[in-house]
């Protein structure tokens, strides 16, 4: 179906898409990528194409008309059984940058809560541009859309742009846009250059695929002429080298040897650098005589060029503390700095503080604490900001209260960040402390985004809580602010980035950044979570706010890193109980993807269970020692050693309210290198060979799997043990041997008496040699399965005796294809370890032929 031409027409917004954020007056900058800039974007011009339904009085056209106060003017599906759609035309093919959804002037059951946009120059062939959702409210969201090709070579041209609505709001209604507004370029001048390397691109990508076609199916011909007339190339020289030694000639020492100078030559490395990070834990036992008892809610500071790390204050259970420790990384030792700092002119004993280093002036700066409400009165409710000096190793106070200097009011569950370039300090969130009430019914005050300069001792606040009473001054810039978040700062990119966190009963799953330059803040996640080249069924996937979450950064990784531990459920009835777990997060700034790198979920936590290793903090899993779940811990990051430092912390346990921890761990995480990957290839070469070699001699097949195999197998690793035994297991699998070694021999079929002794005596020998290689009872009671199957090369196992020439020449053939199968199967599987620009297209002609 398809409806008259109509274009947009709204006076909601301007080309440059900016935008009110939902939770203040900022506007909403769309986060730097990877895609091309544009020289121009402006808002295009498109029609309704087609649609799945619509119910009566919420026509498609709806969404070409911004009506926020008309609860009428929507397309609204006439069900909410899937596949629901809408598809738009644009007046000619345009690059497309921008999708912006209007609402209704309130929350509405029927706005889209999850959707995929897909687009292309054909509506039957689209690809994925945008998985995303929209928050329930009346503010205008923006999104940028995918608009290059997968490699990031080219801009990717659309005519048609398909939304699919997935979930609304109430599950139980339909799905409803009110309002579509696209922005990119569609001039001519502009597009046509785009559109004709587009054209070029697909044209060579189509070549490639039929020259991978033909060389896998034996059409060398065919192929020679395609590359010929061309001037196409299927792959890099380096790879057709290796496909000349492994496929054609079976030259597997060759081959092996040429795979290990590619990885020398760092051929591997971008397969490696995408690989998820190994973790390991360590926990800490120093040769301290003392060291820092157990606390929650302390502070650590690390100074990673002096490898020291700093310990401050924290609840024992029963009271605050005021002691301040310092840890040497290379001693491994605790040194007491001062028992109780506000003897010598420090804080008083606090917890739920924020202390940062500053790694020029070698000082520590501390904000903020947690009061109990019986103790909040006027006189006491101050916001005392002090500096310790590590190099005089004494305490001064900066500030009695910066809320009478332009800072922050007297806060807790804030986070701190330096930015050492600027000499600036920034404090974001938190709840604000105020004098204890006799009404309970008091709304709680969170704390904005603050600015402190060192060098000129001067506080600003750079933008208010969303529920501050400036906030609806059109000149003051506001966020909604929040507790339980993670804050860190890029200094090269000099950027904050906050995550997560809870306001009320609300978890706040977000990913902001905010420019300190331009004071740009943007939305990282909504934008690029799901972005184009994602899978269309990969879940959501990231931390969960609710979880007790810390944040480190490398900068020169450009990825964030976040340990999410125990939720702390108390008061929130809203939320329901779950089993302790742990996991750990990074997010790349470069893909803008998440990666959790382990997830272990504990039992039920009590006294016993932690007790388990006969070490309080610790649990043992899968035979390896890691942290308890917990949370009110602590967690640095040595940006020099690349290793992670937790201490102590509250392990949540309801019998023992006042149990806190004192364990000091350390987390190293480490991508596979390239020995790993150097072993692994030379595991799947030689298990070809091998597999070759056992149809043909299987004496020397034997000899192979014990010296050659054997040596590149972790036989303390029960899974390459498991594969090991399975390979050893083909040899005492009689219709493995090929035809090659069958046809070979010139005898008749049946065997004199003392070739059957010989061959028994010989199977006799080779079992209990390969018993003793493999360590079994008895060999013949191994698996008989392959590692590999060829199930997906369409290829049969089953052979049966040749009884006549034609026979003969077709069993010769079918294991000449089998084997050459078998040897492009593991070639495909090396090459995609290679850079992929150096390779074959990953994809094969037969993939689109539908029959």
Same mark, same amino acid.
């Given at each position: 179906?398809?409806?008259? !031409? ?13 935008? +009110? &954020? ?27 194409? @087609? ?17 926020? *106060? ?16 809408? !598809?738009?035309?644009?007046? @000619?093919? $345009? ?58 070579? /080219? ?18 209604? *339909? ?21 004709? *390397? ?22 060398? /011909? ?16 380096? &790879? ?14 060759? +081959? ?103 790694? &020029? ?62 000499? !600036? ?10 004098? =204890? ?65 809870? =306001? ?48 480190? &950064? ?77 949370? +009110? ?26 149990? @806190? ?49 054997? /040596? ?51 199977? /006799?020998?080779?079992? $209990? ?34 009884? *006549? ?30 850079? +992929? ?15």
């Amino acid at each position: 179906m398809s409806s008259s !031409t109509s274009t947009t027409s709204s006076p909601t917004d301007s080309s440059n898409g900016s935008l +009110a &954020i939902s939770y203040g007056a900022l506007p909403l900058v769309p986060g730097a990528n990877s895609q091309k800039p544009f020289t121009l974007s402006e808002r295009l011009s498109f029609e309704i194409h @087609r649609y799945s339904s619509y119910s009566p009085n919420y026509l498609p056209e709806n969404v070409l008309v911004d009506c926020p *106060n008309d609860q009428t003017s929507r397309w609204s599906a006439y069900t909410n059984s899937p596949p629901q759609f809408l !598809t738009l035309k644009l007046k @000619r093919p $345009a690059i497309v940058k921008k999708i912006k959804f209007g609402k209704f002037e309130k929350s509405h059951v029927c706005n889209i809560k999850k959707f995929r946009v897909f687009g292309g120059l054909e509506d039957e062939h689209m690809v994925l541009l945008l998985e995303a959702g929209l928050k329930n409210d009346n503010i205008p969201e923006v999104f940028n859309l995918r608009c290059m090709t997968e490699d990031g070579s /080219e801009n990717l041209p659309i005519l048609y742009l398909k939304i699919v609505p997935l979930l609304s709001w109430s599950p139980s209604f *339909n799905f409803s846009i009110w309002y579509i507004e696209l922005h990119g370029q569609d001039d001519p001048m502009y597009t046509s250059a785009r559109m004709k *390397n587009y054209n070029m691109l697909r044209e060579t990508e189509i070549i490639k695929l039929c020259l991978k076609h033909f060389r896998q199916q034996g059409y060398m /011909e065919a192929f020679g002429a395609l590359q010929e007339q061309t001037n196409v190339r299927l792959e890099h020289p380096l &790879i057709s080298e290796l496909h000349k030694y492994l496929v054609v000639q079976g030259n597997f020492e060759r +081959a092996e040897e040429f795979v290990a100078e590619c990885i020398e030559d760092g051929l591997m490395d971008e397969y490696l650098h995408k690989q998820d990070y190994k973790h390991s834990w360590h926990m800490k036992n120093t040769e301290s005589d003392v060291k820092p008892g157990n606390r929650g809610g302390h502070q650590l500071a690390v100074d990673t060029k002096k490898r020291l790390i700093y310990l401050y204050g924290g609840w024992d259970g029963y009271q605050d503390l005021s002691d301040l420790w310092v840890f040497n990384i290379e001693l491994d030792e605790w040194t007491l700095l001062c028992d109780r700092s506000e003897l010598i002119k420090g804080p008083t004993p606090r917890s739920c503080h924020k202390m940062i280093f500053d790694p &020029i002036s070698e000082n520590i700066f501390m904000l903020g604490r947690y009061l109990d409400n019986s103790i909040r009165t006027s006189d006491y409710i101050k916001s005392d900001f002090y500096l310790y000096d590590t190099r005089s190793n004494g305490w001064m106070q900066i500030c009695d209260d910066t809320s009478q200097v332009g800072g922050p009011h007297l806060v807790y569950d804030h986070q701190m960040c330096i930015d050492t370039d600027k000499r !600036t300090i920034y404090i974001f969130g938190g709840k604000i402390l105020t004098p =204890r009430s006799a009404t309970s019914s008091v709304e709680p005050e969170y704390s904005g985004l603050f600015s402190y300069h060192i060098a000129t001792d001067t506080w600003t606040q750079i933008l208010v809580d969303c529920h501050h009473a400036s906030a609806a001054q059109t000149d003051i810039m506001s966020i909604k602010s929040r507790i339980t978040h993670c804050m860190v700062f890029h200094n090269k990119q000099r950027k904050l980035y906050i995550y997560g966190g809870q =306001r009320g009963k609300e978890d706040l799953d977000e990913l902001l950044t905010y420019d300190v330059d331009t004071q740009a803040i943007s939305v990282l996640n909504k934008e690029h979570s799901h972005h184009g080249n994602t899978s269309t069924s990969e879940a959501k996937f990231e931390p969960s706010s609710g979880y007790t979450l810390r944040a480190t &950064i490398d900068c020169d990784r450009d990825e964030i890193y976040i340990f999410s531990s125990l939720n702390k459920i108390k008061d929130r009835r809203d939320v329901h109980h779950v089993e302790p777990s742990n996991s750990f997060w990074v997010y790349s700034l470069r893909t803008h993807k998440w990666s959790r790198i382990y997830y272990c979920r504990h039992s039920t936590q009590d006294i016993n269970s932690i007790n388990r290793a006969n070490v309080l903090g610790t649990t043992k899993i899968d035979g390896c020692l890691e942290p308890c779940p917990r949370y +009110a811990h602590q967690m640095v990051y040595d940006e020099l050693a690349k290793t992670h430092y937790l201490f102590g912390g509250n392990p949540g346990i309801s019998q023992y309210q006042q149990l @806190r921890l004192d364990d000091f761990w350390l987390l190293n995480l480490e991508k596979p290198k390239r020995e790993e990957i150097l072993k692994h290839c030379r595991y799947l070469i030689r298990k070809l060979r091998y597999e070759e070699m056992v149809r043909i001699e299987p004496l020397k097949a034997m000899q192979y799997l014990r010296h050659h195999i054997s /040596e590149v197998i972790d036989h303390t690793d029960a899974e390459q043990l498991n594969n090991f035994h399975k390979l050893a297991s083909l040899l005492f699998k009689p219709h493995e041997i090929s035809h090659d070694a069958t046809l070979s021999q010139k005898t008749t079929p049946e065997k004199c008496p003392e070739t059957e002794r010989f061959d028994e005596a010989s199977d /006799e020998i080779l079992k $209990a040699e390969m018993t003793e290689v493999i360590g079994l009872v008895t060999a013949e009671n191994m698996s008989i399965e392959s590692n590999e199957s060829l199930a997906t090369s369409g290829i049969s196992e089953t052979a049966s005796s040749p009884s *006549n020439s034609s026979c003969t020449k077709r069993a010769r053939t079918e294991s000449s294809c089998e084997k050459q199968n078998r040897r492009a199967f593991l070639f495909n599987k090396l090459v995609q370890l290679m850079p +992929a620009s150096m390779v074959q297209p990953e994809r094969n002609l037969s993939d689109f032929v539908v029959i």
